[in-house]
């Protein structure tokens, strides 16, 4: 990762001290150098600017004001000769806070902080979980059902009747088969007729173009019949 970054300072020497720190460190691009907040915020309005490493004490508009103009990025890194403007600095969100005369060593390790800052926010989100329950209502209650557990689904009139494993008795509840086709995942389960939904995984043995769950027997409709055909030549071995 390189970021690219202004130096801002009304202190030819200071300028550059810092240009030559920026030179030397390899993932840091140096797009310009800034005698004063007016001049940084054209060139921040002109390029993709990631880092400022901007002087607190300039006149007219000092660093802390000028950096209250700005919005998420780019980032800034104080530097200072006056060390009681440290709590005012990270106050405004500041990365970090470099006190004059500044060592290569300091400068490094404060730009190594925006380095990861920036790896970090730009780091894509962890995929959420996908949820292993849902709840339906059933008899003025809202039950937990365990998505792993669920043999198939049969649609009875404005009813749903759900089989679970080692349950006697399926849940039932007032929804249509539409309705509840759209909560399921659909890598994990399959309407293989208007009226019954399966789960792909607890199918054990088919006959005759029906899936048999113990003593049931499930038929696989016409109007299904392709999708099902497809997803069983998947994991057909001959």
């Not at 840091?28 to 004490?57: K, P, S, T, V």
């Not at 494993?165 to 994990?188: F, V």
Request: net charge negative; aromatic share 12%.
């Amino acid at each position: 990762m390189t970021l690219n970054c202004l130096i801002v300072d009304d202190e030819p020497l200071a300028l550059d001290l810092l240009e030559n720190y920026v030179n030397k460190t390899p993932f840091l691009n140096l797009e310009g150098r800034c005698e004063n907040a007016f001049q940084a915020m054209e060139r921040i309005q002109q390029n993709d600017i990631d880092l400022l490493f901007l002087d607190i004490q300039m006149p007219d508009l000092n660093g802390i004001e000028f950096s209250k103009t700005l919005g998420e990025r780019p980032k800034v890194i104080f530097t200072t000769a006056f060390e009681q403007y440290a709590v005012e600095g990270f106050r405004v969100d500041a990365l970090d806070y470099l006190l004059k005369p500044i060592s290569y060593p300091e400068f490094l390790q404060a730009a190594n902080k925006a380095k990861r800052w920036y790896e970090l926010s730009s780091k894509p989100a962890a995929p959420a979980e996908p949820a292993n329950t849902i709840f339906i209502k059933s008899d003025y209650k809202l039950i937990q059902i365990d998505l792993n557990k669920i043999l198939y689904i049969e649609g009875v009139k404005d009813y749903i009747r759900i089989f679970l494993e080692d349950e006697a008795k399926p849940i039932m509840s007032l929804m249509s088969m539409k309705s509840m086709e759209e909560k399921l995942p659909a890598d994990r389960f399959m309407r293989v007729h208007r009226s019954f939904i399966v789960q792909l995984d607890k199918i054990k043995t088919i006959e005759r173009n029906r899936i048999v769950f113990g003593k049931e027997y499930i038929p696989i409709s016409d109007s299904y019949k392709d999708k099902f055909m497809e997803f069983l030549n998947q994991r057909f071995f001959s």
